[in-house]
């Protein structure tokens, strides 16, 4: 252990306190997205914090400070997947739409001048749990990528700094995993 005495030791608690309150919520949405389950989301949300208190002498500012937590988040989502995929699934079928991991809904539209009719709601909210279904059913990978792309509405450039994948590469594995998406609520549909 190196013994080197911290310049403003009373500044490291209240920042690193701002940077927990200013961004916990979003770690545990993305979290929450990628895991699907909002214990461990939480669980992984702390991870995070323990790591960027940990190594924030690492980040050297070569991306947005931002970019590089949610790396760290990323990282310690899908780890945690392997994690809990070494779990045992006793009597779990996959294939049972009721039994697919749930993710949460995106925050609501803002108002509209016009209420929709009660019919148009309620089809709203059963296509949008069909398509937080799917996204839960894809891959970490992919699910990764449309969780920043689609959900936090992320730069394929902030994208590329948070997974190391070129845009390219970042923009093919999107459109597979919007092909299997639409594939798996044109299969549940029916």
């Not at 709601?121 to 937080?132: K, R, S, V, Y």
């Amino acid at each position: 252990m190196i013994d080197r005495p911290w310049p403003r030791a009373n500044a490291i608690p209240a920042a690193f306190d701002e940077l927990f309150r200013a961004e916990y919520a979003r770690v545990v949405r993305i979290a929450y997205r990628v895991v699907g389950d909002q214990g461990a989301a939480e669980d992984v949300a702390q991870d995070v914090f323990i790591t960027v208190f940990k190594t924030i002498e690492t980040f050297r500012g070569e991306a947005k400070f931002s970019t590089w937590l949610l790396r760290i988040a990323a990282n310690h989502s899908k780890n945690r997947i392997k994690h809990l995929a070494r779990r045992p699934t006793e009597g779990v079928d996959p294939d049972d739409v009721s039994q697919v991991r749930s993710l949460p809904d995106r925050p609501a539209p803002p108002v509209q001048s016009q209420i929709d009719a009660p019919d148009k709601i309620l089809e709203g909210a059963q296509t949008n749990a069909l398509i937080q279904q799917a996204i839960a059913d894809l891959d970490e990978d992919q699910r990764l990528l449309v969780v920043l792309r689609d959900v936090e509405e992320l730069s394929y450039d902030e994208i590329g700094e948070i997974t190391g994948l070129p845009e390219g590469t970042i923009k093919s594995r999107l459109h597979r995993a919007r092909m299997a998406i639409k594939e798996w609520v044109d299969r549940h549909t029916r």
